[in-house]
């Protein structure tokens, strides 16, 4: 029998909060460079969907040099400098085609919400989520995984905006958690945030030398893999063995429905539930607790037996 409280306790309020802005700025070209292109300046009210490929990337100055497609009713196809996050101008590569949102503050023109956008990771994204939806249709009230059940097969994105799938890890120990970047509440995602970094210590400490860690967003449309990585590094969390992974929004869904973890979307709030699982080497479910309080030992002693 499937437990309740895995599906419904522990329902918490979580209010979305506007996050840091990495003001950047768009410059005039250079004497004798036509490729650059000086914008016209939009309302400040205002954001563009743009989609384009990076031309190049000064990261020190957090400048992404991108030729973007015609921008409807407002500008036609140019390449522009626009200045963005430290962490997407980490992420970018010259010849790496993205898609972004534009947007005017302080008279300056930047790029947000930065994703890949070419054609090879975006058919792997869509023929994974869809086999993922399949699924849990065809499972229906039988989607939610009890422990002892293989984990579904999904693809989702890295904060280094790469295409990865839960297969990745098969051999390894794998500790699941869930959050959103935005959560205000300190005993919610935060504190599954500190709880997985000290699991992540003690289990090294412990001998346990084939573990992953594994946190996947509740809020793929701020959650990009800028985004994540910027949260990674501000909190100076140890990605060499941590992944932090992002969208589709459908792929994340219906990964929720399968995990028994809630998310609902009121307006401006997210209410979830948090759950954390262990993976075992064979991609079963090892132990799984609800709810933020939870003791890294507990985990530790699994993965040990």
């Known amino acids: 029998m499937k437990p309740s409280y895995s599906r419904n306790a522990g329902l918490a309020l979580c209010v979305l909060m506007c996050g840091p802005v990495f003001v950047g700025c768009s410059k005039s070209p250079a004497a004798g460079t036509a490729a650059v292109a000086q914008s016209p300046t939009p309302p400040a009210d205002r954001h563009y969907d ?59 023109l930047y790029l947000e919400s930065i994703w890949p956008d070419d054609t090879l990771t975006n058919n792997r994204l869509a023929a994974a989520t869809n086999a993922l939806a399949q699924d849990t249709t065809m499972r229906g009230k039988e989607a939610y995984r009890e422990v002892g059940e293989v984990v579904p097969d999904f693809t989702l994105l890295d904060q280094e905006g790469r295409a990865v799938s839960i297969g990745r890890f098969r051999g390894k120990q794998v500790m699941v958690n869930f959050i959103f970047t935005r959560c205000p509440i300190a005993n919610m995602c935060p504190a599954a945030t500190v709880k997985m970094s000290a699991l992540q210590k003690a289990a090294r400490a412990a001998g346990v030398g084939n573990l992953e860690l594994v946190t996947i967003s509740f809020d793929p449309d701020y959650d990009s893999p800028g985004v994540l990585k910027e949260y990674a590094t501000v909190r100076g969390l140890d990605l060499s ?53 939870w003791d890294a030992q507990d985990f530790i002693g699994k993965m040990k037996k």
Do not use: C
């Open 241 to 293: 063995n941590w992944t932090f992974l992002t969208g589709p929004d459908t792929a994340v869904r219906n990964l929720l429905t399968q995990m028994g973890v809630i998310r609902e979307f009121e307006g401006d709030t997210i209410k979830h539930t948090l759950a954390t699982l262990l993976i075992d080497e064979q991609g079963r479910i090892a132990h799984r607790i609800d709810g933020s309080q």
């Open 50 to 108: 743009l989609k384009g490929e990076i031309v190049s990337v000064k990261a020190t100055e957090r400048v992404l040099i991108i030729h973007h497609q015609a921008i409807a009713d407002y500008m036609p196809e140019m390449t522009m400098e626009f200045k963005v996050s430290a962490a997407d101008a980490a992420n970018a590569k010259p010849g790496q085609h993205i898609r972004g949102r534009m947007y005017l503050r302080n008279g300056d």
